[in-house]
């Protein structure tokens, strides 16, 4: 028999808040979960469409209930019932605190430097976390044009804290992008055209010392550190730190590793699973429960 | 300069076939309202504008839409100034369309952020020449070399509605406050805005979030209104805080139920994802691209023929519940939506 939705609330807190194990659950619900590990409770988080917005959801569920969610088409802390298939979705704004547009977005919130943590996914990264979603190849004629900007530079630059999602592949973790759209650590000052420190492009404004503070790719997360580069913090399971290199684009500081990255708990996947998606739209597939948790389940 | 109008507009109630043949025109610069391809997308004027032959647009908007996504379609954009050419998020990213026009070099791609974009059209409809905004300093954005409008040769003044500049960077000379970028007003020919209730006068409200709408309103100098429906002026009135359009910024109204349609109206009608996702697919081969546009772009006498076409059932599964707003009958994903009635969020930790 079918649960209802207040049948599966009142089960939450009877779902064991410890790991799973391997094979209990599938790679985005470990990267939906380790990104919302970055989200602290009094956040003000600006999340951008796809997993970003899963795993900010799934913390909001979990970790950081008090986080207040933005989304860029205008939403103030909306209460999501069903999960949005994008940030305009009037799923996002249910119940939300305000509604505006983007001025009151990328101004009064962002500009305005409300905003602590960004949430975003990206196309290529750069070891200082400059993130690319413009293109890759000559500008003019690329040979992969991808979307473009959208929120992703503005967030990236602008809020205190920044958490990438990104897919890892050697042509996607490099030493410099092709096209820097959203600048990390690094970036061209275009009064003299070097490459130089955020800090120093960026200063006297509100925003100098904001920027990437997390990466989580299908591999592995990352860290960045006092000097802005990106290092290799926990490896997913099954995956080793060769491996890891394997796939990025330059030679990577392996020396903070702290082991494997933090399983989801059940409880976690639960909340993932039956509340945040439940609809499978950004999980791939329904993942089965271990049977002592299914028995918790069916009571 | 802000625009001193010749004469006060009046707005008039037009069918949508005289709506587009009166006021748009080959080679425009043009928005629509809405955002990305989800939420109140001006579908049936941009669906009119490509049967009535209009081509050769400057989109100067956001982000793409399902509007961008058939003009794309049908080659009619020339310029697109713009900072995100998606369309549709995740019932389909990239616009392939716009993708396949960039490859062939029929189009100019101007790129800029997306709060760039939203100070622009605030710049636009207040009257300000220009705006300066923070994000995002040192990006490629801001690299002289990938000006594409004035590699293009475009901004060499002769163009009223192209900036001679993308930007400028600039110390701020009053607090001291770090550079800044000076970024040009967005001031379009013409807005295309649907709505779900317009005034006979031309008062305008919709429901849920406000995008930029109000902003292209004022910055554009045409604005055609489609809605879900006419409604007496002294209806809006009774409580004026909802309203959003002024009647004399608007030239003229239409009536167009389903009017953005596969778009979500919020409290009329969610987005079809499954349309949507239709779309995506076709536009990865040119053949079954062919056959989408004769089918839904030129096969239907008119937009009601065409919402026939999409049928009753489609219509019901799509009709927005009166409490949140959007539909939960409709299949999004591979499981249907559960029965919520109080978001997890509040019921575990409250407002």
């Given amino acids: 028999m079918k649960k209802s939705i207040e049948e599966l609330m009142a089960l939450i807190d009877l779902?064991?808040?410890?790991?799973?194990?391997?094979?209990?659950?599938?790679?985005?619900?470990?990267?939906?979960?380790?990104?919302?590990?970055?989200?602290?409770?009094?956040?003000?988080?600006f999340a951008g469409t796809g997993l970003p917005m899963v795993g900010i959801m799934t913390a909001n569920l979990t970790v950081a209930p008090n986080a207040l969610l933005i989304y860029e088409a205008g939403i103030c802390d909306g209460k999501t019932m069903h999960v949005p298939m994008s940030v305009c979705d009037q799923r996002a704004a249910n119940m939300s605190s305000t509604l505006g547009g983007l001025v009151d977005t990328f101004g009064y919130?962002?500009?305005?430097?409300?905003?602590?943590?960004?949430?975003?996914?990206?196309?290529?990264?750069?070891?200082?976390?400059g993130v690319n979603v413009t293109s890759i190849g000559d500008y003019y004629s690329p040979q992969h044009r991808f979307t473009g900007s959208g929120g992703n530079s503005d967030i990236g630059t602008m809020s205190h804290r920044v958490a990438y999602i990104i897919l890892q592949e050697k042509r996607r973790f490099l030493e410099k992008n092709d096209y820097t759209t959203t600048p990390g650590w690094y970036c061209t000052d275009?009064?003299?055209?070097?490459?130089?420190?955020?800090?120093?492009?960026?200063?006297?404004?509100?925003?100098?010392?904001?920027?990437?503070?997390?990466?989580?790719?299908?591999?592995?997360?990352?860290?960045?550190?006092?000097?802005?580069?990106?290092?290799?913090?926990?490896?997913?399971?099954?995956?080793s730190v060769a491996q890891v290199q394997e796939n990025c684009g330059f030679d990577l500081n392996v020396s903070r590793v702290e082991g494997e990255t933090a399983h989801p708990t059940y409880r976690e996947l639960f909340v993932l699973r039956e509340f945040v998606d439940a609809e499978l739209i950004f999980l791939p597939q329904k993942v089965e429960y271990p049977p002592e948790i299914q028995k918790i389940i069916d009571g | 300069?802000?625009?001193?109008?010749?004469?006060?507009?009046?707005?008039?109630?037009?069918?949508?076939?005289?709506?587009?043949?009166?006021?748009v025109k080959d080679g425009q610069v043009?928005?629509?309202?809405?955002?990305?391809?989800f939420n109140r997308n001006p579908v049936a004027l941009a669906w009119e504008a490509i049967r009535q032959g209009r081509k050769n647009f400057h989109v100067l908007d956001r982000h793409g839409s399902c509007c961008t996504w058939m003009l794309n379609a049908v080659g009619a954009i020339k310029i697109y100034e713009t900072d995100w050419v998606g369309w549709g998020e995740m019932a389909g990213k990239l616009d392939i369309n716009l993708n396949n026009q960039y490859k062939k070099g029929n189009i100019i791609l101007e790129d800029y952020s997306h709060g760039a974009m939203a100070m622009r059209f605030l710049a636009g409809a207040i009257g300000a020449p220009f705006i300066p905004y923070y994000a995002p300093l040192g990006s490629d954005l801001y690299d002289d070399r990938y000006d594409a409008l004035g590699k293009a040769g475009l901004r060499d003044g002769s163009h009223p509605k192209i900036a001679k500049k993308k930007y400028i960077q600039m110390e701020d000379p009053f607090y001291g406050d770090g550079d800044v970028m000076l970024l040009p007003a967005a001031r379009p020919d013409v807005a295309l805005i649907h709505v779900t209730q317009c005034g006979e006068k031309g008062t305008a409200r919709w429901r849920g979030i406000g995008t930029i709408d109000k902003e292209l309103v004022f910055a554009c100098d045409k604005?055609?209104?489609?809605?879900?429906?006419?409604?007496p002026e002294s209806e809006l009135r009774k409580e004026p805080n909802l309203n959003q359009i002024p009647y004399f910024t608007v030239d003229a109204i239409v009536e167009c139920p389903y009017g953005a349609y596969p778009s979500a109206v919020p409290f009329f009608y969610d987005y079809d994802a499954p349309f949507m996702r239709g779309m995506d697919a076709a536009s990865r081969n040119e053949e079954d691209l062919k056959k989408w546009i004769?089918?839904?772009?030129?096969g239907p006498a008119t937009w009601e023929e065409l919402m026939t076409k999409v049928g009753a059932k489609r219509l019901m599964e799509l009709k927005a519940d009166s409490t949140t707003g959007y539909s939960t009958r409709i299949l999004r994903g591979k499981k249907p939506a559960p029965r919520v009635t109080v978001p997890l969020s509040v019921a575990r930790s409250g407002y």
């Fill in chain 1, 109 to 129: 919130y962002l500009q305005q430097h409300f905003v602590t943590l960004g949430f975003l996914g990206g196309a290529a990264i750069d070891k200082y976390g």
């Fill in chain 2, 223 to 231: 604005v055609i209104i489609t809605c879900e429906e006419i409604v």
């Fill in chain 1, 15 to 45: 779902i064991p808040d410890e790991p799973a194990k391997v094979g209990e659950f599938i790679l985005p619900e470990l990267m939906a979960i380790a990104i919302a590990h970055e989200v602290r409770n009094d956040d003000i988080v």
């Fill in chain 2, 1 to 23: 300069m802000p625009r001193l109008r010749e004469k006060t507009k009046k707005a008039e109630i037009l069918s949508l076939e005289e709506a587009v043949k009166r006021y």
């Fill in chain 2, 30 to 37: 043009i928005a629509f309202s809405g955002f990305t391809g």
């Fill in chain 1, 190 to 239: 275009w009064k003299d055209g070097k490459w130089k420190p955020k800090k120093e492009v960026w200063a006297g404004t509100p925003f100098a010392e904001s920027g990437p503070c997390a990466v989580v790719s299908n591999f592995a997360t990352y860290g960045f550190d006092d000097e802005g580069l990106i290092y290799l913090q926990t490896t997913h399971p099954g995956v």
């Fill in chain 2, 294 to 298: 004769d089918e839904w772009i030129y």
